[in-house]
């Protein structure tokens, strides 16, 4: 029987792993290790600090995947709150991808004129703003499915989970189909004037699925080794490469770890991170797990309520760092500029990200650059999805009953 890898395994393989895939001198020095608030690049992408808005699902589209005013003043918080980049919530490519309601779409032309509103209102506050694209494939909900005759797709026909259903096994024209949505949600982007696009390969959402052998039982070229489950990212990249040029940023977001019976480990998400590496992916946020991860591990966890319950995911990213010549974002429970900070100048990361902090108090690393640094005042409570699931828009419940006890007084 094969040993489960421990935590200290992983990090053991990706020290090897170090010494073999990094070529010339090693960037990770310390003395070249950045501060939080220094300016960055990504790709072509220059970036005023280190700071990065996690993408957040805003539950603020209308119920066709349309950009709404509600979006913009969401994006627009945030962008004013003084991070350098923006990762928006992911947008669905296809009409039968989308697994939240009130989830933008990205499927066709006529949501260009509020997907460039959206660009617009980040960039007039001067930060930088990249598009999450995702399709949910068997993780999608079919009351949520936006034309007619769309069919629940999985890469297997498998369940995403006990309790959902069995989707259809995709035939390759169907994978074709969704690599071409891909790559036209990509050129949307570039043409809305977006900086880049981030690939959602993390959380069990489709790209996940299609890595990660607990949900790819396939038996074709898309199937088996890593090799050939990677493929459909590979062809992904292709396609907007070679429709944007090799300049245009794709970010990925990958799980290290999925978590789940026959899932992704470390060892085969570093190689996964080799070939989006080779593939001239511009940075991997290293994120793990999904809602239906063991163990109790969850891609948001709750009760970080202390300094040492953050940076959950740190050691991935670490791991990640130390083999893949690529830039590294981090993600996961960071809540403290001392966190953020120690992350860099460990070589953890090269970016950090936040997504919850950002919900509570969108003007949080304005306050810490300004000297107030308190640390966030998110207790991960999750409670910020109850609005969203509303079609009112994601915002944290604390601040809501704070201002209702408020208004009772
Ligand atoms: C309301 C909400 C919506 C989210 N939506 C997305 C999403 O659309 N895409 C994604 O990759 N992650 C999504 N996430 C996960 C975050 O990007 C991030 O990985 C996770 O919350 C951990 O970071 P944090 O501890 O700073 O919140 C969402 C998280 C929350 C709380
Ligand atoms: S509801 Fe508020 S405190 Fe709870 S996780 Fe969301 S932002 Fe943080």
Same mark, same amino acid.
């Given at each position: ?35 939080? +608030? ?61 697994? *939240? ?65 069995? =989707? ?15 790559? @036209? $949600? ?25 890595? *990660? ?35 245009? =940023?794709?970010? +990925? ?34 994120? @793990? ?40 974002? $981090? ?21 950090? *990200? ?56």
């Amino acid at each position: 029987m094969t040993k489960k890898p421990s935590r200290r395994d992983f990090l053991k393989t990706g020290m090897a792993a170090s010494a073999i895939l990094m070529v010339g001198p090693q960037t990770t020095m310390a003395a070249q290790r950045p501060k939080p +608030f220094e300016k960055g690049s990504i790709g072509s992408l220059e970036l005023a600090n280190r700071f990065i808005k996690s993408s957040t699902w805003s539950g603020t589209a209308d119920k066709k995947g349309y950009v709404t005013d509600l979006t913009l003043k969401f994006h627009s918080e945030v962008a004013k709150g003084g991070v350098g980049l923006i990762l928006t919530g992911n947008q669905i490519v296809m009409t039968n991808g989308m697994s *939240s309601p009130y989830s933008i779409c990205n499927c066709d032309d006529n949501q260009a004129e509020g997907l460039k509103r959206l660009a617009d209102c980040v960039h007039r506050q001067g930060c930088k703003v990249v598009v999450q694209l995702s399709h949910s494939l068997a993780r999608s909900n079919p009351k949520l499915f936006l034309a007619e005759g769309d069919e629940l797709w999985g890469v297997s026909a498998a369940p995403y989970s006990p309790d959902s259903p069995v =989707p259809k096994e995709m035939t390759k024209k169907e994978i074709a189909s969704l690599v071409d949505a891909f790559t @036209a $949600a990509a050129v949307r982007s570039q043409k809305c004037g977006f900086d880049g696009v981030m690939l959602h390969g993390a959380h069990g959402y489709g790209l996940n699925q299609f890595l *990660s052998p607990a949900w790819n039982r396939r038996g074709d070229s898309y199937g088996g080794s890593v090799q050939n489950r990677y493929r459909v990212v590979g062809e992904i990249m292709e396609g907007i490469k070679g429709n944007l040029g090799p300049d245009f =940023p794709i970010l +990925f977001k990958l799980s290290a770890q999925d978590f789940v019976n026959g899932g992704i480990e470390p060892p085969e998400a570093l190689e996964i991170a080799q070939r989006l590496r080779d593939s001239g992916i511009a940075a991997i946020q290293v994120s @793990a797990c999904s809602p239906v991860s063991k163990e109790d591990k969850h891609c948001f966890k709750d009760e970080i309520l202390e300094e040492k319950d953050e940076g959950y995911l740190l050691d991935f990213s670490q791991y990640m760092k130390d083999s893949v010549k690529a830039p590294i974002i $981090a993600v996961g429970g960071i809540r403290s500029l001392s966190t953020a900070e120690g992350a860099l100048k460990d070589g953890k990361a090269d970016y950090i *990200s936040m997504a919850r902090p950002l919900i509570r108090e969108p003007n949080l690393i304005n306050q810490w650059k300004s000297g107030n640094v308190a640390r966030a005042k998110c207790i991960s409570c999750n409670g910020c999805f109850e609005t969203g699931l509303q079609g009112l828009g994601i915002s944290c419940r604390i601040e809501r009953m704070l201002k209702e006890n408020k208004a009772a007084s």
